[in-house]
């Protein structure tokens, strides 16, 4: 992310957990550019606000993405455990955030090599049947919406970045902002 110094762009980042990609993030933000984070651990949340209470350009908000009006955002970055989810909720949270991006805007989500196969053979066969529809549901939106993936070795686990842009208009129009003021508390 290229810091554009004559235009405000908004960010947001979903399941920044500690921070180690907010990090990364909030050093390529310009002055007139914010970034939103949605932490569903209340724990990682505080975190989150106590390292970045000084930096007016970061919004907090603790909960599921699915509890949160999104706003329309130039960038996406996403780091939930797809690998966790059901395909209903797989689906879902996908239409939202490609549906809150603005035009030419990317969705880049994260996930760690070999993390599908993990979950799949520590389940049971209730959940492993629950996982592979989640898994099939996140392997058709990869390959529709997918222009680059790549793969970086040096993290521990390695980690596979894609990079999606909506094949079609949004489903949702533009929305306003998550919220106006600093969110405090979880």
Known sequence: ????????????????????????????????????????????????????????????????????????????VCGLPFANFDARTTEEIFDRLLGSLRPGGTLSLFGY?????????????????????????????LRRHTFRTETVLGNLPPARVHHLTPVNPPAHPARTPICDCRETSA
């Open 113 to 141: 090599v070999g993390g599908e196969t993990v979950r799949r053979t520590l389940t049971d066969a209730v959940d492993r049947e629950r996982t592979l529809a989640g898994l099939s549901v996140l392997r058709r939106i």
């Open 1 to 76: 992310m290229i810091p554009n110094p004559g235009r405000r762009r908004a960010v947001l980042e979903v399941g920044p957990g500690t921070g180690a990609v907010t990090r990364h993030i909030t050093d390529s933000l310009g002055k007139l550019d914010t970034l939103d984070l949605i932490e569903a651990n209340p724990r990682f949340a505080a975190l989150l606000r106590h390292t970045y209470a000084g930096d007016p350009r970061l919004r907090i908000h603790t909960g599921l993405i699915q509890e949160h009006e999104l706003a329309s955002y130039d960038t996406i």
